[in-house]
């Protein structure tokens, strides 16, 4: 079966500290809405902020070697 150049460009490598630190972030975030955050204002204040799009995230674009 052939497969498209642009479908094998869709995994980007991540160093493994990085990997980490994203389940972390993930488990904590998790346990934080278990725990009853998205009721508090601070939460809400924050959702409205990135739905607003009043906060830009820049992404460097990877090179392959």
Same mark, same amino acid.
Do not use: F, S
């Given at each position: 079966?052939?497969? &498209? %150049?642009?479908?094998?460009?869709?995994?980007? !490598?991540?160093?493994?500290?990085?990997?980490?630190? $994203?389940?972390?972030?993930?488990?904590?975030?998790?346990? &934080? %809405?278990?725990?009853?955050?998205?009721?508090? !204002?601070?939460?809400?204040?924050?959702?409205?902020? $990135?739905?607003?799009?009043?906060?830009?995230?820049?992404?460097?674009?990877?090179?392959?070697?």
């Amino acid at each position: 079966m052939a497969r &498209l %150049k642009t479908h094998e460009d869709k995994r980007v !490598p991540v160093p493994e500290d990085e990997y980490l630190r $994203l389940m972390e972030n993930t488990m904590i975030l998790e346990a &934080l %809405k278990i725990a009853g955050i998205e009721e508090l !204002p601070i939460w809400k204040a924050m959702r409205r902020i $990135l739905d607003d799009k009043r906060v830009k995230l820049h992404i460097r674009p990877v090179r392959k070697n």
